[in-house]
């Protein structure tokens, strides 16, 4: 049975390779919880939202935070591949939206294109997603 919980969890990499974990200033005062999908700006981050343009990866913990002052541990490849909990079948390739807040992180039909699925799965499996590319910070256009 799928874990129906909210969030992202870490499955793997493509590369084969460990997660490469970062420790992160906040950008604002928030909290993050372990599970969330957040975005990088100017080298802080923040919580992740549909049609952000810089989107980095998932907090492995839950904390209140305070701008340039709180750290938070992100894990941070453009190749992580994330289970997240998702009441409907999925192909492979298909994109989606990341959707909701804090601690109810979940994945939504397809505007901005935010996440692509690595894997089919059925209605009762969790959907494996990568970050778009183009999307993850680290590879995104800059313009």
Not at 26 to 34: R, S, V
Not at 100 to 114: R, V
Request: net charge negative.
């Amino acid at each position: 049975m799928a874990d129906t919980s909210a969030g992202f969890r870490y499955r793997g990499r493509i590369s084969g390779g460990e997660p490469t974990i970062m420790d992160l200033l906040f950008n604002g005062t928030e909290t993050l919880t372990a599970g969330d999908m957040v975005n990088l700006e100017t080298g802080t981050v923040d919580l992740g939202a549909t049609n952000d343009a810089a989107l980095l990866g998932v907090v492995l913990e839950t904390k209140a935070g305070t701008a340039s002052v709180t750290r938070i541990k992100v894990i941070c490849d453009p190749d992580a591949i994330y289970g997240v909990y998702d009441a409907n079948a999925r192909l492979a390739g298909a994109t989606l939206d990341i959707a909701g807040t804090t601690g109810a992180m979940t994945i939504a039909t397809s505007s901005n294109k935010d996440v692509t699925v690595w894997a089919e799965s059925t209605a009762s499996e969790e959907t494996l997603v990568v970050i778009s590319h183009g999307l993850h910070a680290f590879n995104a256009s800059q313009a």
